[in-house]
C-alpha cells in the first residue's frame, strides 16, 4: 500500500482513492481550551496548517465539532483552495454543549445538519472521508449504529461523501458496518500505553483498512513512562517521537495525526517519527501497554 515516495517517515496508505501519507496532522488543539471557542494565538494556528502542508502533509484530521466550527475555518482560511494531494478528513456524531461536553448528535437529522456544517466550513462541495465518532467521551459503547451509518450512506450516495469511516467503535459495530457499506478507516484511542485495539488493528491490516489512533502522544496528557524515556535517551531523541515512531513500526495501516498548536512541535515530531527502533526497542516498548 506504501505506492508513492514521499519525504515524509512510514510513507503513504490508500483510503479507497485517497492516497494519503502515513504522517498526517490532527487540527483539534488548534482550537481554544477545553477545545472550545477561538485559539488564542490565531496567526499561529494558521501558521501550523501551512506547516503541516508544506512539510508535505497530505492528511489532516477535524471535526466542526472543535471549537465548535472554529478548525474547519481556520483550515479554510490557512489552506483554501486546498492542493488536490491534501484530503481534509472529519467526523460527525458528536456536537458540543454549554459546558464543553461532546453530547451524542447521530439522529439523522443531526448528521445531514453536521454534514453540511462541514461542507460549508471547509468550503468544499464533497467532504473526502467522514468518520461516524460513536460512543462517548469516555469510549466506544455497545448499540446499533444502523440507523446512523445508513444516514452517512445516503449522503454519500447523493455525491456530499467521497468515503466513509467509524470512529470510538466496538468490534461488533464494525462488524456490523461491514455488512451494511464499505468504509476505509476506523479512527480509535490507541498508543503505546493503551493497547485495547491490537487484534483490531491487525484484522483491520488484513482487510487493507486504514487504522488511525487517536491520541497517539496520549492526548492531553502527553505519554509519560520510564522505558519510553530510556529508549529515548538511547537515540538522543524526544519520548514522544519514540512513541510515533513505534506507531508506524506497528502496522502499515496505521496512520499518524499527532496534535499540536506549535510549528515547533510539528517540526520535532516529523523528525523524530522517522527514528528506526531496533528489536531490543521494540521488546522493551511492547511492555507498556501490557
Ligand atoms: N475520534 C475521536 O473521538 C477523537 C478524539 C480525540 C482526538 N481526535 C483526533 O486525534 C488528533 C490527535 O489527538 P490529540 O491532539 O488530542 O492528542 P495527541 O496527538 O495524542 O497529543 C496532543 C498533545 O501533545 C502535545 N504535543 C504534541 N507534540 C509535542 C511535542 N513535540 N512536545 C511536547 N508536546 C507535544 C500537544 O501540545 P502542544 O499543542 O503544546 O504541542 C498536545 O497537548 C486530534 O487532533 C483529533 O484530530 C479524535
Redesign the pocket.
Known sequence: MNTRTTPLPGGTWTMGDLTVTRFG??????AGPGVMGPPADHDGALAVLREAVRLGITHI???DA?GPHV?NRLIREALHPYPDSLHVVT?VG?HRDAGGG?PPAREPDDLRRSVHDNLENLGVETLDLV?L?L?D?SGPRPGSLAKAYETLVELQQQGLIRHLGL??ATADQIAEAQAIAPFVCV???Y?LAHRQDDDLVDRLAEQGVAY????????????QSATLSDVAARHGV?P??VALAWLLHRSPNILL??????V???R??VA?AGLTLSGEDLAALDTIGR
Not at 496532522?25 to 488548534?30: E, I, K, N, S
Not at 488511525?212 to 505519554?223: D, I
Not at 495525526?257 to 506549535?262: F, L, Y
Open positions: 496532522y490532527g487540527a483539534m488543539q488548534l484530521d477535524t471535526a472543535y478548525t467526523k458528536a461532546w468518520n465518532r460512543g467521551a470512529s470510538n479512527q480509535n484511542h498508543n488511525v489512533p487517536f491520541f497517539p502522544l496520549g492526548g492531553f496528557t502527553p505519554l524526544r514522544l517521537s495525526i499527532p496534535g499540536t498548536s506549535s515547533a512541535h510539528l520535532e515530531n523524530g
